[in-house]
């Protein structure tokens, strides 16, 4: 390599080197190298000693059996037709996606005939109460996990009253409507 040849690369390296350097200088304005004083992101540590059991608990859907005196089963008839898709109404329905829905209230859960019930369900337990369904329609998957019941539930607690006092007429004799005892208790509790 004659001279000049020799000057060409070494310039190279040298200016290479210098934008390296004004790089990480560059680089260094960007994003200062300082010390932060605090946190960047606070981490709040509760000053008390309660500890365990003191995770919050999931709350449960709201109450429903006040709601239920007055609510408009006529109201929910019209949510039915979220249901209809895989549930009929009637005495003597058939079975479609869901079990036909009859005389639902305070029957034992997971016992219509010819249904094909998932092992939640099947396994699960009890009748449907007013608390239960009230707690299934609010969300299916969060009061019984497995249940193969595809559908993301009533938030409004109106509307599952209203759903809930249609479900009481699709029967051959509707359930009783809770006492005030019972009432009472539940908002205790
Ligand atoms: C996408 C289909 C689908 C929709 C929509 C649906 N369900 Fe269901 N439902 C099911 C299936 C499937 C089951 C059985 C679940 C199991 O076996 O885990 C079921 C079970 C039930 C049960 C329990 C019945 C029993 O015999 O124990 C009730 C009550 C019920 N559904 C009410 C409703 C109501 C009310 C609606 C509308 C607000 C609704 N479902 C919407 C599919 C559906």
Redesign the pocket.
């Known amino acids: 390599m004659d001279e000049l040849g020799f000057n060409k690369l070494f310039a190279g390296v040298l200016l290479a080197g210098l934008v390296l350097m004004a790089g990480v200088k560059f680089a260094d304005v960007l994003v200062p190298h300082t010390e932060l004083v605090e946190n960047a992101y606070a981490i709040k540590v509760p000053e008390t000693t309660a500890v365990a059991g003191a995770a919050p608990v999931e709350m449960g859907p709201e109450p429903i059996l006040a709601l239920l005196a007055d609510a408009n089963p006529s109201a929910g008839e019209k ?2 037709k ?2 209809t ?3 009929v109404f009637a005495a003597d329905g058939a079975n479609k ?3 036909v ?1 009859w005389g ?1 209230v305070n ?1 034992a ?4 005939d010819g ?1 094909s ?2 092992s ?3 396994g699960f337990g009890g009748v ?1 109460d007013y608390q239960s ?1 009230n707690a ?2 609010a969300k299916p998957k969060a009061y ?1 996990s497995g ?5 993301a539930g ?1 938030k409004k607690p109106q509307d599952r009253a209203n ?1 809930i006092a249609y ?1 009481r007429q699709q029967a051959d004799t509707a359930a009783a409507l809770p006492t005030a005892e019972e009432i009472a208790a539940e908002s205790e509790s």
């Open positions: 949510l039915a979220k249901c898709a895989c549930h996606v869901g079990p829905l639902v029957a859960k997971g016992a219509v249904f019930y998932s939640a369900l099947a449907w369904l299934f329609l019984m249940t193969k019941m595809n559908f009533l759903m479900l």
